[in-house]
Nanobody, 124 residues
């Protein structure tokens, strides 16, 4: 079964940091463009950031620019999302997935192999 497994979420105070991991299971992610998405309660899933197979990164959420960094380690079959200066508005379930059109985009319908997500809560 092809899917991602997300981990690294938790409860953190405003201004804190977390590093999320997205491990591929059942396939090699080396040739895929991988996106991180998040979904807050009552809201639609939104694109946060994407990393191409070449390592080029794209941010889709203006609110995370300068605070979140996406990276990948193909040898570990894992993509990461380093989140710094966290704000209460970052509270959401975070997901990763692979773009089946072999490109980066913020459109959730272009992605597959979704994991179960990892909860990030930012609160004092």
């Amino acid at each position: 079964q092809l899917q991602f497994v997300e981990s690294g979420g938790g409860l953190v105070k405003p201004g804190g940091s977390l590093r999320l991991s997205c491990a591929a299971s059942g396939f090699s992610l080396g040739s895929y463009h991988i996106g991180w998405f998040r979904q807050a309660p009552g809201k639609e899933r939104e694109g946060v950031s994407c990393i191409r197979s070449s390592g080029v990164t794209i941010n889709y959420a203006d609110s995370v620019k300068g605070r979140f960094t996406i990276s990948r380690d193909n040898a570990k079959n894992t993509v990461y999302l380093q989140m710094n200066s966290l704000e209460p508005e970052d509270t959401a379930v975070y997901y990763c997935a692979a773009n089946t059109y072999y490109r980066c985009s913020g459109d959730v319908t272009e992605y597959d192999y979704w994991g179960q997500g990892t909860q990030v809560s930012v609160s004092s």
